[in-house]
Every structure is written in structure tokens, then in C-alpha cells.
């Protein structure tokens, strides 16, 4: 038992080791040239800032596939917002508060409506998309206006980074918030028997990983240099990825942690780089290998949690021997 | 009596699930002919040892021998196949399907050329069955979907006399019928003992069971505690026979007055649940220990869950001491209160989880630094602390839950309670299915508890527990209060039994 | 036949059960009249002329049978993602077999291939246990890059569609594709309403313990469903490259949007299953929902945009419905 946690602990860093080798090797060490570390930054930036929100979901047992549409609406939004009255400041917060919103109603619709997650960010996905068609077509391309340029630069940009992930990470592992969720995956009858607000906190969690997904799109937007009609897309997929690549159980709980998402980030960066250096463009095979990967640590996952429920655990039959003494009254 | 008159022999048969032993060393017989009743309370092993016999568990012991030849069912249908049916407790029918395929479904073979069903000789069948054992009837492809449950009832009773069952098995069916079919099922039973075929009942009704079967084998915690002839005993002995236990050592309450403090920590007013409990007021008081007992339909589980505010809205209110009302779980845990519910596995822990992330669940709020922060330092210190405190075996505080046993998981769930500073503690059945010399230590808990001033409602299935620990009991009786006996007052089983009834 | 009834309220009865439908059958008639009345003078009159109606009967057709697939999906409590992706695939196998053998090429391939990739998907669910929603995320990606490696101009590096010779596609024009539709729903409903397997998969989904307790093979049904599903899938795919004769490939999972529509048509069939039999219910709500777009192409509502966004509103209100009064935790 205590093995196989152990063991469950280092895969994420052992997978993180290989993949790293792997295409450094691959790349003839193209790949950590000090040219390409950059960009590898830079695109796991994004991944890492939408998969700090996004964690507090799937820590909860759900999952937000609307976060790369919400991305998109929120950049779009912004910008608009941005150029409409000239103030290019107005960015930051008009994209933060478009995020928060989106999550706000995803938040709503599946605690207090009762939809499940997986049906409502997936149908997000395209009715969101549609709106960003609406308004870039609207609106023309938007290019970043000058006065904001400034916050692409290394030293206001990284440092910025820094704090939003430690901010999320502290909430995330240091507090109620982050444990509740955890508590909410692990057995929710449980998590709300022990004074969990269990539907204040699954709505908090789609806003906390809205909210991140509109600071990713300012991120996004910075590095781009502009909003784009396909911005953001594929991002809910690289971001689940992540999260389950640094090995988060699809059924949340303790299993979640910041480190994992981290270190998963990292992980499909690089897969992604790593392609498209050694001669394969994303669209071609890296959507493939990263689809048999998922499958994968899925698979991985599933037997290492199946096995250690095995040992030790009570029997599936019991829920039927609580059930005959715990039968409602008055039936 | 000649063994061929025997037409199902249990011997020694034992099923365990995880660390509950349902049935230990279950010696059985059903003669050719006999209706026999099955009785005991919640939990003392009588639908698992029919599920045994109807191929739903398998048996980790033990033997059964049907006409005399080994016995094993692998599944129900393997069960069905050796002319053994079963009405369970709790299965049901599928809804949206139509009434004939509930009763023919996992059998449709028969009306079936090539996977396609025959639905007219299939619904004539159906219509034959009914008529047959003067079921009510109701037309064979009327979906279920919106059916009361008496009906439900009779398509699942259908569903086991269309296997034309040796032995047929009905778990608490009467309790969901009316009193006219109610009469008919009597009648349909009768007809089968007529026929030379067995029935086993399970009830709650002791004079149900009294008039209807031949002979009754009473079970309690999982043995077999008497076999006797319907005519040769009475209502109050079997009553005895079920709840009776040897208090066996010395973990209970010495004393035998009430002994608590004037103050009231805890005032339930009105209390009513729908379809659960109804108009429930009582006092809790500093230091005392509440005992509630009542039979499985009494709610007094949903008094545990209404008093901690996890009942849906119903009418009624909970004040504390304090001058706080609770209205939902976070009242309840601001006003200092605790629960520890009945189903350890579903309801209390995070089984997957470690020991730390349970034990400081109901304690982050308390653990809360500047900004909300937790540190992992002090978190980690509660959880040692609590283990060491309670002795919990494990390896350490990051071993899982589902590693551990029983009486030891219970041993964290009641910790990490007990490491808050409570003033209101609810237990459901706190000493279910863990070992005897746990039992007695959180039976040893309760007093210190007690000692400290905490007041406790101790909600209880074993009679002795709550004549053991509580200052006071209330009985409860179709979700209402029927009386309430003070300590050393008419602290006998005797009369709670009589009320309890 | 028996009439009489003895159960205490007699409402049960073959007589009231029967007065019942047909009152309800005659009440949605006349509702579906009204409502395509009003779309009618909506559009002043545009909207039923023949030549409007045929266009609606030919877009509805392949997109019935996807939904048909995704009742008795839902009816077992799986989703699966892939099959936009996997009617991608088969299509360029009709398309590309047809137009190298002829006919009988190209209904083989398109049937054979949806049925191949559908069937091995329910393999998965069912033996490695992975939720379905993401193992068929994985499966789309992988099925998604499969038809870039396949059909992507290797010289060119753009991405090309298969086109099928006009010949071939006889089951796309008009009477021809109904009567496909037709025949198929009498199969279906068959299947459904009369076989022991159709009685199965409604006992799996309605209440699995029981079906199980009762000797239903959960697995074996389960495999059953995937070969039924896979049918109508390849059915679909050929019926879509014989209407449209092109498809074209998509990526970064864009072949989702083509489940969407029927997703939205299942969700309303199931909504009306209480009062029709959920086959029927099918082909009726994607009339409706295909007059539904079709209005709003008439009013001028931006296709790809604005439709998507209200798509997506469907699609979040039928779910909504759906799941009203449902028990238990949703995540």
C-alpha cells in the first residue's frame, strides 16, 4: 500500500523526466537552446494560469471545458472594450471580469440546475465560440495597443506570472477553499455532512477558473500581440491533459495538487514543442500523441486507483448490507 | 421427522462484509410445506441470509443443501433455476420499461424467436400469472414509470411467482401493501403451502408473523438466537428473543441516576420532517446524554439529521443555548455541534483519503490563520494528535482510510470531533460494526465527554447501548415521540420494548 | 385482452393508457402545426413553401440517425465525443471507396468503418472503466489526427476534402434519403421496442442493479449497444457524404460541433419520452429543430455565430430539463 502511493507520488516527475530527455535527445538539443526555453515558457504560461483555475473544478470531481472559448470571449471582450473607449487599460479588468462571469453562470447551472459539468462546458464550447466569431467579426482584428506593451516585457511579465500562480497555489493548497474541493471530490455527502458549503463552493470554483481563464487570455493577448478568431482554441484539451498528465484522478479529490498541474503543464508544453521541433506541426501529429497519451495516463490512473482500493478496502456488496439498515422510514 | 422432509438445510453458513460479520455460523431448516419467518432487528443478518439463499451473495462459509443435493447459487438466475424466487427488500422494478418485461426480464428467452420478443404470448402470460394467483391486475405493457409502490410490489411478486417457485422468498413485502392485498398475499401463501411449496417471510409485524407462518427462527447480531413453532410462543417472547442481549462486562454507565447540569444547550421545537418524523421538541442540557430508540420506521435517524440542519426545509426549529438557531450544517458547526452519522463509509469518511484529511476536516475553520491560511504544520500536529490520543493502528497519518479497520476508522471519525471544542455532539449508532473492545472504549469517550460538560444525543438500534449510556431515552414510534423515561426512573428493557412496539 | 382493471385508482388501465396517448399524439400534432404556422408568418410566408421543407427534410436526415445512436448512449449513461470525428473518418471512406469501386463501396466502407471505430470505442468504456466523456475526448483526437494523416495534401501540406462522384450519391437526394430514414426507423423501433437486446439496454440504463440482479450481462449489453450505435453511426456517415458529397477534415477537436445537433435532439427526445416513445420522438424533434435553424437562416441570423450561441442555449435549457427532479449529486 504504502509503495504504491509512493510510487503514484513520483510518476508525474518520472513522466515530466522522460518526456524532458526525451525530445531534448529527439531535438538534438535544439530543444533547450535558449531561444526555444523561451517560447516554452511562454506557451506553458497560459496552460499553467488556465490550469490553476481550472484545478479547483476538477478537484471537486467536475470539469470546465469551457475555459479556451471563456479565454477567447474574455481577450475579445477586452480588447473591445479596450479600443471603445480608448482607455487600454481597461483590458485588464474588462477580460477578468468577462471571465468571472462566464464561470459565474457555469457555477450556477451546474450546482443550483443540476447539469452535470462535462454537458454544459462542452455545450459552452461552441455556443461561446459562436459569440467570439460575432463580435471579432464585429469589432476587425485588434492588435495589443502600444501603451500596454510595456507588460510584455520579461521583468513585469514573469514576476506577474509568479504571483498569480503562488496566489492560486496558496488558495489552492493553504486554504479552506482548496480542501473543501478536495473534500467535495473525495464524497460530497461527506464534504457537506462535515459543513462544507457545497454549492457555494462549486460555483466559486467555475469562477475561480474563469476568472483565470480571463488572466490567461490578457497573457495570451501579450504574447499573440493581438486577439485572433481561433485564439484560445484546443485550450480546455491541453489544460485537462496537463491536469491528468501530472497524475489528478479524473474523479478529483486529495489526488489534485498544484504541483501536479505544474509539472503536467510543463510536460505537454514540451510534447507539443517537442513535435513540432523534430518535424511535426501541431495540427498534425502532436493532436494524435497526445490523444493516445491521454488514454493512457488514463488507463495508468484508473489501474493504480482500482488497485489500491483493492487492498484493504471493504467489498462492493456492502452498500447493500448499510442499505437494509439504513432504509428510509415510512416507506 | 425424516430428513426428506426437509427440503432446504442450512449448516454453518457465515458471510462477512469487510470487518461487519452479517451472519456467523447460521444453522437453517425449511421442511416441504412450511412457512417459516425469519425475524430480528435492523441489521441482525435476516436479508443477507436470504440474499444467500437467493444467489445474490455468495457465502464465505458453510453449507446448503437443497433435496438433499450441494447447494450454491452462483447468481439469482441460478437461483430461479433451482425453483428458488425472492421478493428483496429493496431491489424494485426498471422504469420506463412496460409491466411484462419487468417480470419476464433476464428471461425473455422463452418468448423469444431469434432475439425477438413475442410480445402477445409474452403478455398473455403475464395476463395468466396474474390471474392465476389473484394478483390485481394491470395490463402487461402499461409502462411503470409512475406507479405507486404497492403495484411495484405486486410486479416484483409476479416476477418470483412466475419462476413457480419450491421456495419462495418475500423480505418486508406486507409493509408497502394495503390491507386487501395484504389478505390476498395471506391467501396466495397459503395456496403455496396447499401446494407443498415453502415460503420465507421476513416482517416487522410480530403478530403478522405469528398468524401467517408455521414456525419462526429468530436471528440476532448474526446468529441464529431461536427456532420456535408459531403456536407455541407468544409476541413478548420473540420480542425478547430479538432485542435481549447479554450485557456482558462492565462498559456501560455505572451509575443509575440521571446526573447533568440545569442549562440547556440545545432546544428542538416542532421538528417535522415530511414522510419522516413529525411535531419532535425536546431539550438537550450541559453534560447529558439523549438516547433515542425506536424500531426501523420510527426516524430517529432523521431526528440526528434534522438537529444538525441536514434535513431538507421542513417545519420546526433547533435553537442553541448560545441563542442561535440552526438552520443548515454551518449553523450548527458555528454553534459548536458535532455529527457523527450512522454510515460510516458513505456519510462520515473520505474512505480513499487519508487519515489527515479526514481527521481535519470539521476543524479547518477553527485552523484558519491571517488571509485564511491553514498551516500544514499545526493541520498535521491535530491529525498526529488525534491518533496517538485514540491509539488509532495505521502507519502513520498519511496511511488511507480504507486501510483501516473498522473500529479504527470509527476511532478517527469520532477523534476528530472530539478534538473540537464541542458542546453539542450527535452520534447515530456510534459503535456499528466495529469490535467489542472498541466498542467499550468509545463507550469510556462518552463518559469523559460527559465529564467535560459536552451533551450528547446518542441515537441507537442495540436497546442495551442506550439503557447503558443515555441520562434519559425517547422513544420514538412512527416518526413521533411516544414517551420519554428518565434514568432510573422505568429503565428496563421491558418497558421501552412495550412502548417501542 | 383484458380492459377491466381492479388496481386502486384504474388508471392503469389498457383503455385509459390507450385515450391517453392518442390525446397526447393529437395535442402535439397541433402544437407542431401552430408552431410551424407561426414560423410561417415569421417569414412572411417563406417558410412553408415546398421548396423550404425539402431543405429541412434533407438536412435532417443523417443527423436523425446520429441522435437515434445517442438514445440508447444515453439510455446506458455513456457519452461519447468521438463520433463527430469517427463520421469524418467513415465519410472519407465512402467517399474514397466509392468513387474507386462504385455503390457497393461506398455503403460498405462508410457502414463498416463507423461500426469498426464506434464498437472498439465501447470496448474501452467498457473493459478499462475510464469515464466515457474523456476517454472519447482522447479517441476524437486520436480519430481527428488519423484523417489529417490520411488526407492531407502531402505536397501541398493544406488540408483537402473527399469529394464523391454524383452517381453515387442517390441516398442524399430527396426521396430516396427519406425512404432510407424510413426504413431505418421502422429497424429501430423494432429493435427497440420488440428484442430481447432492446429490452436489455432500456433495463441497463432504467435501473442497472436490477437488470444485473436479474441476470442481465451488463458487459455483453454493453457491446450490443456499441454495434447498434456503431450501425447507425456508419448509416450516418455515408448519408452525409451522399448528401453533402464533401467532407473536409477537422481538427483541435472542431469535430464535436457536428454531434451537437443531434446531442440537442436526443436531449429533446428524451424530455418527451414520458409521452412518446423515444424513436419516434426523434425524427419529430429534429424536424424541429432543423425548422428551428432554418427560420433563423430566413431571419437572417448569422449561421456559425449567433445559431451556434443559440444551439448551445438549447442544448443547456433541454439539459436542464432533463435533469429536473434527479436525485443524487451532480458534479
Known sequence: MKKGVKLQTFVPFIAFAVIFLFFTVASKGKMVSSYNLKMLIDQSMVIIIVGCGALFVVAQGGIDLSVGVNLALSGVVGMWAATLTGLPFLLLPAALAVGAIVGLFNGVVVSKLKVPSFILTIAMLIGVRGMVHLIQTKIGAQYLPASLRILNEPYIKIPLFVAIVALMAFIFEFTRVGRFSQAMGENETVARYAGVPVARMRILAFVLSGLMAGAASIFSILTIGGTSQTMGSFTEMKVAMAIFLGGVLVTGGTSARIYKMLLGSFSITIIVNGLAIIGYPETQA?????????????????????????RGAPPCEEPSQTQEASSPPGR | MSAADNILEIRGLCKSFGSTRANINIDFTLKRGEIKGLIGENGSGKSTLLSQIAGLYRSDAGEMTLNGKPYSPSSPLDANRAKIAMVMQELGVVEKLPVGINVYLGRLEQFSSRGAVNMKSLNGAVSRLFSEWNLPPMPPNAVVSGMMIEQRKIIELARALSVEPDILLLDEITQSLSLNNRNSLYALIRRLKDMGRSVIVITHDIDEMLAISDSITVLRDGEVVGDVKASEVTADEIRYMMVGRNISGDYYRADTAPDYAEEVVLTAEGLTVEGEIEDVSFQLHRGEILGFVGLSDSGIHSVGKAVFGLAKAGKGRVALGSGGEVKNTRDAIAGSMGYVPKDRDNEALMIHASIFHNATLPSLKEF?????????????????????????????????????????KQKVNLGRWLAKDLKVLVLDCPTRGVDVGVKGYIYELMKQAKAQGIAMILISDELTEALGMADRLIVMKDGRIVRTILRGEDFTERSIIEVMI | MRSNSLTPSGRFSEKNILREKVLFAGLFVLAVAVILLVFNLLTHGNFLEWMNIKIILANMVYPTFMAWGMCFLLACGYSDMSWGAIVVLASFGTGVFGNLYGFGAALAAGVAIGTALVFLNFCIFAFTKIPSWIASLSLAMIYEAVAVFLYVGKSTGALVSAAMEKELRIFGLL?????????????????????????????????????????????????????????????????????????????????IFLIFQPLAIALLADILQKKINIIIAVPVCAFLLYAAFNLLTLLHVPSGTLQEALLCLFIIIFAILGQRGAKGVVK
Open chain 3, 175 to 255: 426521396p430516396w434519403s427519406l425512404i432510407v430514414l424510413a426504413a431505418a426507423f421502422i429497424i429501430i423501433y423494432y429493435v427497440y421496442n420488440r428484442t430481447i437486446i432492446g429490452f436489455n439496454v432500456r433495463a441497463i440504463g432504467g435501473n442497472a442493479a436490477v437488470a444485473r440482479a436479474l441476470g442481465v450481462n451488463a458487459t455483453s449489453t454493453l457491446l450490443w449497444i456499441g454495434l447498434i450505435c456503431g450501425l447507425l453511426i456508419g448509416a450516418a456517415s455515408f448519408l452525409q457524404e451522399s448528401y453533402s458529397g464533401i467532407t473536409t477534415v477537422k481538427t483541435g477537436l472542431s469535430s
Open chain 1, 286 to 310: 502532436s493532436e494524435s500523441v497526445q490523444g493516445v497519451l491521454l488514454l493512457l495516463i488514463l488507463l495508468v490512473a484508473m489501474a493504480a486507483a482500482s488497485r489500491d482500493r483493492r
Open chain 2, 368 to 408: 484558519r490563520g491571517p488571509a485564511g491560511f491553514l498551516s500544514p504544520a499545526r493541520l498535521r500536529k491535530l491529525s498526529g494528535d488525534i491518533v496517538k490520543k485514540l491509539s488509532v493502528k495505521c502507519t502513520g497519518i498519511q496511511q488511507a482510510m480504507d486501510a483501516l479497520s473498522g473500529g479504527n
